[in-house]
């Protein structure tokens, strides 16, 4: 079955750090993949995506590139602010026409200390 | 334009009990998904709604039901609560042919005593 698999965290950076939080997938199908993020108390939003292989999305400084040939989808950041800290979760769709159906990792927690 | 909005925000209930919760979708959006996300945890997908009618089921037993509404509105109903149903219970709606992006609501906060 689809599954995503993110590396453990916590993660706990200095302010202007460069961020990396590793996510593969199975390569069932033609996925999109997703990264959301949660702020503490409020429910996911949508921090970027990409739709295939070799696509890369980007936001507020945010990147990850779809990498079929590895099945990841890296999330990075040259320089993280404090006001980053939240739980970050990398995820797939089921392709196909249930592409809306989404497969989660089980988060990464980031803390950025001034 | 109206996000997601979720009610109610916060509830609690004895095991054995029903509970449900409501979901209104973004405007222009005919498609909801629910979704279970327990502490530490990511979200787990429940079942997806597209026209009223269920459309793709996660490995949920079937006293997790739903509907959708003609104004594509959603409920959640759990029956027979369990304590292990304690979680954050996150709507989400999309376009039926939105790529797979889709947007959340804040979240139901279920605690079973």
């Known amino acids: 079955g689809n599954s995503v698999t993110q590396m453990e965290g916590p993660v706990t950076l200095s302010e202007e750090a460069f961020l990396t939080i590793n996510c593969t997938y199975t390569?069932?199908?033609?996925?999109?993949l997703f990264w959301y993020v949660q702020y503490p108390g409020e429910g996911l939003q949508l921090l970027l995506k990409?739709?295939?292989?070799?696509d890369k999305g980007s936001n507020k400084g945010f990147e990850a590139t779809y990498r079929k040939e590895t099945t990841s989808f890296h999330l990075e950041k040259g320089s993280v602010q404090v006001s980053d800290s939240a739980v970050y979760f990398c995820a797939r769709s089921a392709g196909g026409t249930s592409y809306g159906k989404l497969t989660f990792g089980q988060g990464t927690i980031l803390t950025v200390h001034p | 334009e109206t996000g997601v909005t979720q009610s109610p925000t916060h509830l609690i209930k004895t095991r054995g009990q029903q509970v449900t919760l409501r979901c209104s979708s973004q405007s222009g959006h005919n498609t909801v998904s629910w979704y279970q996300q327990a502490l530490g945890q990511g979200p787990q997908f429940i079942f997806q709604y597209y026209r009223e009618e269920e459309n793709g089921r996660g490995n949920f037993p079937p006293r997790f039901s739903g509907l959708q509404f003609p104004n594509y509105s959603s409920e959640l109903n759990v029956n027979a609560l369990e304590l292990d149903d304690s979680a954050l219970y996150l709507c989400?709606?999309?376009?039926?042919?939105?790529?797979?992006?889709?947007?959340f609501g804040p979240g139901t906060r279920l605690t079973v005593l």
């Open positions: 390569a069932t199908g033609y996925p999109s």
């Open positions: 989400a709606s999309s376009l039926s042919g939105g790529a797979g992006e889709q947007f």
């Open positions: 990409a739709t295939k292989a070799d």
